[in-house]
């Protein structure tokens, strides 16, 4: 099956980790691909990475600024004929006890885990086609059960949650459907810099640490690909009735 023949899904954050896996899975699922990150060797990378010539393009956006997206979408769109689905993946975290939390911190992980989420999701519902389109929000488990030492981040994927319920109430009448999957556990560098911070940079403790982070039901941790054909799935029409719904592919560790 090829659920996404002929369309185009623009990823951001796509340079490395679930976006990668996102768009590989795109490819594999038949539809092209538009990479979104910020300028820099990695984007570079990623796309030679993914190989698929005409089917793979790219364009650099800050997506805490508003014209940075405007000009990456147009920029798509010109490079591809259209835009039919949305995949807002960026996304950063800040580590440390929320009583000596740093302002600045906060500020930044709401600018790119919810400001950039809205930002992307206007920028791309306004150049999709008279049929509509598809938008796919990467949230966290994060934002059900929350972590320490992990405070912001916490609120900031709540908060992705909520804004997938209420983008979805809102443009339904569009035909523009708005979900979100809450992933934990996948091998990404975000993880091991988790890792990484408990046991204080230690990195043969780091490394055991890493095993112990692991989907206890699952007995490994989830590969980047794996969350990007659960995506793929959302943004086929085969989900048309899956609406609003923020959906944890965590391996089970989290119960709802």
Not at 5 to 34: K, S
Not at 134 to 151: D, F, Q
Request: one cysteine or more.
């Amino acid at each position: 099956m090829q659920p996404l023949e002929g369309r185009v899904i623009a990823v951001t954050g796509a340079a490395g980790g679930i976006g990668r896996g996102i768009a590989q899975a795109i490819l594999e699922a038949g539809g092209r691909v538009a990479l979104l990150d910020l300028p820099g060797a990695k984007l570079d990378e990623a796309a030679a990475a993914l190989g698929a010539g005409e089917r793979v393009a790219t364009a650099t956006a800050d997506v805490t600024d508003a014209a940075s997206l405007e000009a990456a979408f147009a920029e798509i769109v010109a490079k591809t004929g259209r835009l039919d689905g949305l995949v807002n993946n960026a996304g950063v975290v800040r580590l440390g006890p929320a009583d000596a939390m740093k302002a600045s911190d906060i500020d930044l992980e709401m600018a790119v885990n919810v400001k950039g989420v809205l930002l992307a999701a206007q920028a791309a519902a306004r150049r999709f086609g008279a049929e509509g389109g598809a938008i796919v929000n990467i949230a966290s488990n994060a934002g059900k059960v929350g972590y320490p030492n992990m405070a912001g981040y916490n609120a900031s994927k709540a908060a992705v949650i909520n804004l997938t319920r209420s983008l979805s109430l809102e443009w339904a009448a569009r035909n523009i459907n708005v979900n979100a999957v809450c992933p934990g556990g996948v091998a990404t560098d975000m993880l091991k810099s988790v890792a990484d911070f408990i046991v204080g940079g230690d990195k043969e403790k780091s490394d055991e640490m890493m095993k112990a982070m692991v989907p206890h039901q699952l007995g490994r941790h989830i590969q980047p690909i794996e969350v990007g054909r659960v995506v793929v799935f959302l943004l086929s029409d085969t989900a048309k009735i899956i609406r609003g719904q923020s959906i944890t592919i965590d391996g089970g560790d989290t119960p709802y």
